[in-house]
């Protein structure tokens, strides 16, 4: 009954045009803030998405570091609990170290980590591989495969037409110190097999290598490592994988997830998102207050109306549930299209890609975007939210007014 009432005095014609003005710029406004709120949100998680699938290609699902220092030496009974467990699929222990990579007259600074045979299996970076192959060799035959920015600025040339490039690397030696700085470097010839490119963070400054080689180079000892690298097995839950590995490493390790790994990364993504969406909610905010000018106007123009229904038994909070459905209806046909419009747009771009990324410098040249319920839920929800505060006012006066059938 009462959008019934609400109904006919939306689409009625006023006494005053301008009601009906305001009425369909509130609509309007109600319904492009929602269309760029849940754009924005839907653009966001395609980004996060994608940023995620790059960050998976370099970074494992768990990973073991030590609280203070470069390194953390193991025993063999911590070694079998982590390796053999009811969470683990595959384990991998690296040494990562920087060091200069020589090309002749070119040379470069790099983060080079020492990796195991399990590496490939626990991260795909074997899948984005540009030149070469992916890979590292032994001990007595070590290979590397470096970032793409790397590559370009060691001026490194993979080419099987001229056979495999030699590089020179000096890497810091460990737990030496000697009065001579030569005798604390080493220096050993390694050759390029591969380059990968990934992200620009990585691409200019990783390059990857055999563990037997970098620990026979930095004279690290056994059983000593930078890092323990794992992945678990699917359907496991996470939350008590973690608190095994937390309780058998103890407090000289910290074990962190995936999200641990690269926090900065995902707070600043976070803190854009919703710094935006509070932006595009100040625009609602804007078409509250056009709501409340237009439902206070029809309140006015509707003072006979409201006489004749207390004449008729209507009670003050039926009187005001009507007008408040006045506001709810408002927002329904608003909110109807802002969601309806963001859904197409989304539609389109999945399928078309019609909104292009300028520049040309990224992974992608197009907007990614994935559509998710929660942010449906939310955006709708908060926009009600505010169509109920817009619409109390207005409808709680029209509750107040005293009969007259003058």
């Given at each position: 009954?009462?959008?019934?009432?609400?109904?006919?005095?939306?689409?009625?014609?006023?006494?005053?045009?301008?009601?009906?003005?305001?009425?369909?710029?509130?609509?309007?406004?109600?319904?492009?803030?929602?269309?760029?709120?849940?754009?924005v949100l839907s653009v966001y998680n395609g980004f996060e998405d994608l940023v995620k699938s790059l960050y998976s290609s370099f970074y494992s699902e768990m990973k073991i570091i030590p609280v203070t220092g470069k390194t953390i030496t193991?025993?063999?009974?911590?070694?079998?609990?982590?390796?053999?467990?009811?969470?683990?699929?595959?384990?991998?222990?690296?040494?990562e170290e920087k060091a200069l990579l020589k090309n002749g007259d070119f040379q470069s600074i790099v983060k080079i980590k020492g990796v195991d045979n399990n590496y490939k299996n626990l991260v795909n970076i074997s899948?984005?591989?540009v030149q070469g192959e992916f890979q590292l060799g032994n001990i007595d035959t070590?290979?590397?495969?470096?970032?793409?920015?790397?590559?370009?600025?060691?001026?490194?040339?993979?080419?099987?037409?001229?056979?495999?490039?030699?590089?020179?690397?000096?890497?810091?030696?460990?737990?030496?110190?000697?009065?001579?700085?030569?005798a604390n470097l080493s220096e050993g010839v390694i050759q390029a097999s591969g380059v990968f490119s990934i992200q620009q963070e990585f691409d200019n400054s990783y390059a990857l290598t055999n563990i037997d080689f970098l620990r026979q180079q930095t004279g690290m000892p056994e059983n000593t490592f930078s890092a323990i690298e794992i992945q678990l097995k699917k359907n496991i839950d996470n939350k008590k994988?973690?608190?095994?590995?937390?309780?058998?490493?103890?407090?000289?390790?910290?074990?962190?997830?995936?999200?641990e790994q690269n926090a900065s990364l995902y707070q600043t993504m976070a803190i854009e998102k919703w710094a935006i969406y509070a932006v595009l909610t100040l625009i609602l905010i804007i078409a509250a207050f056009n709501m409340i000018s237009a439902l206070t106007m029809l309140v006015l123009e509707k003072k006979q109306d409201i006489s004749i229904l207390q004449?008729?038994?209507?009670?003050?909070?039926?009187?005001?549930?009507i007008f408040l459905s006045e506001g709810f209806l408002l927002g329904i046909i608003g909110t109807s299209i802002g969601v309806g419009s963001a859904i197409l747009i989304c539609?389109?771009?999945?399928?078309?890609?019609?909104?292009?990324?300028?520049?040309?410098?990224?992974?992608?040249d197009y907007f990614p975007v994935k559509?998710?319920?929660?942010?449906?839920l939310m955006v709708i929800g908060v926009a009600f939210i505010i169509v109920f505060i817009a619409s109390w006012l207005p409808a709680n006066k029209a509750s107040k007014q005293p009969l007259s059938l003058k």
């Open positions: 009954m009462y959008l019934d009432f609400a109904w006919r005095y939306f689409k009625a014609k006023k006494s005053a045009n301008a009601i009906n003005i305001i009425s369909w710029i509130t609509t309007g406004v109600i319904a492009f803030a929602t269309c760029c709120q849940i754009l193991l025993d063999s009974a911590l070694i079998y609990k982590i390796n053999y467990n009811a969470f683990v699929e595959t384990v991998s222990y690296n040494i899948e984005k591989i070590p290979k590397i495969v470096v970032g793409y920015g790397v590559r370009q600025a060691a001026g490194i040339i993979i080419n099987e037409a001229f056979g495999p490039e030699n590089l020179t690397i000096i890497l810091p030696k460990s737990n030496t110190f000697q009065s001579d700085p030569l994988a973690f608190e095994y590995f937390k309780n058998i490493t103890g407090n000289k390790m910290i074990v962190q997830n995936r999200f004449s008729m038994g209507a009670s003050s909070a039926q009187i005001k549930k539609l389109l771009q999945l399928k078309f890609e019609i909104i292009k990324i300028q520049g040309g410098s990224f992974l992608i559509m998710l319920l929660t942010d449906f």
